[in-house]
């Protein structure tokens, strides 16, 4: 997965080349994405529609999203329960992360 943000472009694929172009002249650091399969980050990519993504994508966008937010939540609660909760669904996410999709 790349860390340089996502431009997302609704083009024709002789467009996106041109916009490419333009944007490294512009020094812009950013990944161009004209079609899903153009993604660094798919199947997990979240521009891509949920129908789109095989179940163990959908499993690991869902650990994230809970993950996400007892993160968010975590001053709110103050809970050692969900703080472990949370470092065990990390964990989980860890393990299924470095397993092939």
């Not at 968010?72 to 065990?88: D, W």
């Amino acid at each position: 997965m790349t860390d340089a943000p996502k431009v997302v472009v609704a083009a024709a694929a002789e467009q996106c080349d041109l916009i490419t172009r333009a944007l490294e002249q512009a020094g812009v650091d950013c990944e161009l994405i004209c079609e899903p399969r153009d993604c660094s980050d798919a199947p997990l990519c979240r521009w891509l529609a949920p129908e789109q993504l095989n179940d163990p994508s959908r499993v690991l966008l869902a650990l994230e999203d809970a993950i996400a937010t007892l993160e968010q939540t975590r001053h709110a609660f103050r809970s050692r329960q969900l703080a472990a909760l949370r470092y065990r669904l990390n964990a989980l996410l860890q393990s299924l992360s470095d397993q092939p999709l």
